[in-house]
């Protein structure tokens, strides 16, 4: 079985974009529209990796992010910020929160996937 990675963005098309740039890598994918979305599909399901968006309705990519940090099961999940966002404070936000990188929007499939293999090992 493949790796799985959950993609978080309120942005249909970013979505499928992910999604799409994923699964042509061989990876299964989960998505999810904010970040309350995502822990309910998480839920327990063993996730290898997130990819979260920064600025959503609901909950935000840092408050997911926290929360994920504060369960047991996913404390060890890499987690790669995929946001329109570049300005440093918000870097460094995301990395306090428990970010393992970053991605600025928009960005290259290849790069996405290098990213993902890096990260993945």
Not at 39 to 57: A, E, R, S, Y
Not at 69 to 74: H, S
Not at 107 to 117: D, H, I, N, S, T
Request: hydrophobic share 45%; charged share 20%; proline share 4%.
């Amino acid at each position: 079985m493949g790796k799985v990675i959950m993609t978080v963005d309120d942005s249909a098309s970013v979505r499928q974009m992910v999604s799409f740039t994923l699964q042509a890598a061989g990876y299964e994918v989960i998505t999810a529209v904010d970040g309350r979305d995502a822990l309910g599909k998480l839920n327990g399901q063993p996730v290898h990796l997130v990819i979260t968006d920064l600025n959503m309705p609901n909950l935000d990519g840092i408050g997911l992010i926290r929360q994920l940090r504060a369960d047991a099961r996913c404390k060890f999940i890499p987690i790669i910020m995929l946001t329109t966002e570049s300005q440093v404070e918000k870097k460094q936000e995301g990395k306090a929160a428990g970010a393992t990188g970053w991605i600025v929007k928009p960005f290259q499939p290849e790069q996405l996937v290098a990213v993902v293999k890096k990260v993945l090992g």
